[in-house]
């Protein structure tokens, strides 16, 4: 089978989009599958190529047996909403234009969303070589921007809105993250049998436990220290301002440290307010790559996976809480709806609600104090991740959800 993923974001990149698509991509090459990627020069979320990348219109190159069509784009940080948007809309052109001219004829084409256009540039090209489009819903787009306040322009929205459902309407198949995704979607007039759940989760071989590594406890100066860990988006959906008060609530525990890894628009402001608050026991380092990603989990006594207290935040799972899992590492989830669920099931974390700075901070507390619960937290979480939310096996329902699309398509074009 040969797929074609059109993706905004792609490995180097960091975060839960690219790490989705390279593994899965990965998993569908061991298979047997051909896997062609169309995304951008890597540059999220600093606004800066990464090493070993130049300004191109257009470059190739094999990652893990993956073809990857790389084009250009307005290169832009992870804020100020104009921008980015301006980022996003500069796919589509470069896509359909530049990498498309290089796209093995696919059997099958995935968009996935957020953003949007990536989206479009699935559906558009899947309809010039008349072949299925299965669009991958990561997201919801526009609500989530509704909710957030981000977006109040009636006209922008209605539009966005009218554009969304045509997605739907074009593809052979949705995939969503989350049952709540789907419900969502079922709710708006969208077939049941169009739409499936396949969650985020982790490669459990990559990610799995292992010791601190002394030379970052080092580096970083926090021998004897008990670390919590935020590591990804510093952005409005984060809801890190009652991490900051959390930590305030916490500053007399003078071997507690609150590490903060990672970039995006809120950065600045919380930086400013934990130097306000003159927190010692806070620091904000820069994004890192995927395997220092993991020796942060490693070096972590608690790790931090918050949400806004927002209604539309329910049917969110953040997929960093599958890698922490999979790590073997207690975790504090400050989440609601099926992220809580989730979470509690797994038996390896303490869920408390959302933006409650003191319940987190009590979490904390109990954990610092109680170092048998850390490692009974730890165990259980990796086994749930390893029995139910194996990247592996959720590659392998994926696979067969594609061919499933590529016969309904091949039905309908008799």
Known sequence: MKIAVYSHYFTPEIGAPSARIYDMSRQWVSYGDQVEVVTCLPNHPTGTLYPGYRPALRMFEQLDGIGVHRHVTYITR?????????????????????????????????????????????ALSAAYWRRPFVMEVRDLWPAVFIELGVLRNRTIIAALERLELWLYRQATRIVTVSEAFRRNLIERGVPSEKVSTIPNGADIAYWQPQPAPEALRQRLQVDGQFVVLYSGAHGISQALAA?????????????????????????????????ERQLDNVRFLEPVTRDEVRAFYALADVCLVPLRNIPLFESFIPSKMFEILAMGRPLVGSVAGEAAEILTRSGGALVVQPEDSNAIAQAIQTLYTHPEQRQELGMRGRAFAQTHYSREALARAYQHLLSEAIQVYSRKSC
């Open 243 to 275: 991490i900051i008060a959390c930590a305030e609530r916490l500053r007399e525990q003078r071997d507690i440290t609150f590490l903060f890894v990672g970039e995006g628009a809120e950065k600045p402001a919380l930086m400013s307010l934990a130097r």
């Open 78 to 122: 992870n804020s100020g909403f104009f921008k980015k948007t301006l980022g996003h809309i500069s796919y589509l052109p470069g896509a359909l234009l530049v990498s498309n001219r290089h796209v093995s004829r696919p059997d099958v084409l995935i968009g996935s969303s957020p953003t949007f256009f990536a989206a479009i540039a699935a």
